[in-house]
């Protein structure tokens, strides 16, 4: 038997009515739109000191600390998906997910003050109990406690926790002391000016069907910045770094660092942070896995995925593996879904997605030379996209508008994921008893309601202040 017959029958391309060729392409036209992943992911996690909260490893320069991130979530993207080739046997692919990255940076580090290495323990306990969840088949049950206009409601919320991150840092919106937020000095400011052009390249691009659409705009918009600062009209460190630095392999910094983060951690905190990677991370694999198997014909009469933990399992492993090497939460991506349109139907499709995200290894030292206002630019446009999460909201039912009003409004105004995913919770039992309809909530979302009003009292009083 040959090579192609082997993979042939082990990803039971007959019984899927699919070839090699059609995996192969199917793989590559979803690793090109997913691919911006491995600059994105790295920008927004690492900190710049007095400017921007993430990982800072001493000794090492922001651009040595991106090239690690970047070799850190390609491993871990690589790790998950192929767990998912060979273990699921499906076409999805998974990698840090977008929204829990910039959580973990701007939430966890920055607002809560948490240090990194806390926060990526906080990842690693998380892949732990998604994993022994999953062994267990407590699937269904973990769907049914929580309140299903806050699942709802997270994507669009996350969208515009996204899209206020990414303009800051494209220098289009800016700190107001009237306002809070205002619209920056645009046509003083190159950094606004190139981000704009940029992000209509990207929009144009992606409007117009081409793969890796985002990518290729984040590459456009730094490559446009680089001519500019080559040319004299703008001084080096503006649009362009002052320099590169040589390439970084070494991830030792960053592997192992979770350890260090169980040491002196504040409990009420800590369990906030876990639920709030977890139920994003749950949420958004189980509603990618139902999304992109229906277009794949994969559900059964019933609606659901057969076999769905599986694909499940993998999530969970590749969050824990990225936890311990030094990234925030992986999850599936939606981007399958272009692989599956293009014909992919097995695992050999995520090989083939797993193999490409090796290879990018090459272009690890590519990382530190994109700007972050380039990279926060895919930032806005999977912002845009998450919207259209909103229209699954029941807005006509009280009980359904304010949990996912609140959820949707209170992430972005408090720079918090985890706020309003709370605010939501707390607020489904209260609405539902208020118009009569406490008989369909149930003990368990009650006793979250209640947790975490007792979690806001504690944090909002000043109680934790000493030890945060």
């Keep these: 038997m040959g090579f192609t017959e082997t993979l042939a029958d082990f990803f ?5 009515e699919t070839d090699l060729r059609t995996e192969a392409l199917a793989g590559l036209t979803t690793f090109l739109t997913m691919s911006y992943i491995v ?25 040595e600390t991106v090239q690690m991130l970047a070799v850190v979530t390609i491993i871990a993207s690589a790790v998950a998906i192929f767990v998912m080739a060979f273990y699921a046997n499906r076409p999805f692919a998974l990698a840090p997910g977008l929204g829990l990255n910039a959580f973990f940076a701007f939430t966890v580090v920055g607002t809560l003050g948490v240090s990194w290495q806390t926060a990526l323990a906080a990842v ?43 303009l800051q840092a494209m220098g289009i919106v800016v700190d107001d002391p009237a306002t809070l937020l205002t619209l920056g000095n645009l046509a ?30 984040i590459l456009l918009t730094t490559f446009i910045g680089w001519v500019l600062t080559v040319l004299g009209v703008t001084q080096p460190g503006v649009l362009a770094p002052q320099s590169l630095p040589d390439a970084q392999y070494n991830i030792a910094p960053l592997a192992g660092a979770f350890v260090e983060g169980f040491q002196g951690i504040e409990m009420f905190t800590f369990t906030l942070i876990v639920f709030t990677f977890f139920f994003v991370d749950f949420f958004d694999t189980a509603g990618t896995l139902v999304g992109v198997g229906q277009v794949a014909g994969f559900l059964d009469e019933d609606g659901d995925l057969p076999d769905a933990d599986k694909p499940l399992m993998a999530d969970a492993i ?72 909103v229209t699954e909201v029941q807005w006509d039912d009280v009980t359904h508008a304010v949990p996912a009003g609140l959820t949707i409004l209170i ?22 008893t208020a118009v009569g309809e406490y008989d369909e909530v149930s003990v368990g979302q009650w006793l979250l309601a209640v947790a975490f009003v007792l979690y806001f009292f504690v944090r909002t009083s000043g109680v934790l202040a000493a030890q945060l």
């Design 318 to 389: 590749g969050t824990t593996i990225g936890g311990m090497l030094g990234t925030s939460t992986v999850t599936t991506y939606i981007e399958s879904a272009t692989g599956v349109e293009e014909g992919g139907r097995t695992g050999m499709t995520a090989l083939v997605v797993g193999l490409l995200f090796l290879a990018a290894l090459v272009f690890v030292p590519l990382a530190a030379a994109i700007p972050i206002y380039a990279s926060h630019i895919a930032l806005v446009v999977v912002a845009v996209l998450m919207l259209s999460n």
């Design 12 to 16: 039971g391309f007959d019984e899927h």
């Design 124 to 166: 690693v306990v998380e892949g732990v109990v998604f994993i022994l969840l999953t062994a267990v088949g407590a699937r269904e049950y973990i769907i049914r406690l929580f309140p299903e206009p806050v699942k709802f409601a997270v994507g669009t919320g996350i969208g515009l926790f996204l899209a206020i991150i990414g």
């Design 39 to 63: 600059v994105v992911n790295p920008s927004i996690m690492a900190g710049i000191e007095g400017k921007k909260p993430g990982v800072l490893i001493p000794g090492y320069s922001h651009a």
């Design 411 to 432: 992430m972005p105004f408090t720079y918090s994921i985890a706020y309003g995913i709370a605010a939501g919770i707390v607020s489904y039992p209260v609405v539902k």
């Design 188 to 217: 003083t400011n190159p950094v606004a000016v190139l981000s704009i052009v940029g992000l209509f390249l990207t929009f144009a691009l992606y409007a117009r069907g081409i793969p890796g659409a985002i990518i290729l705009g």
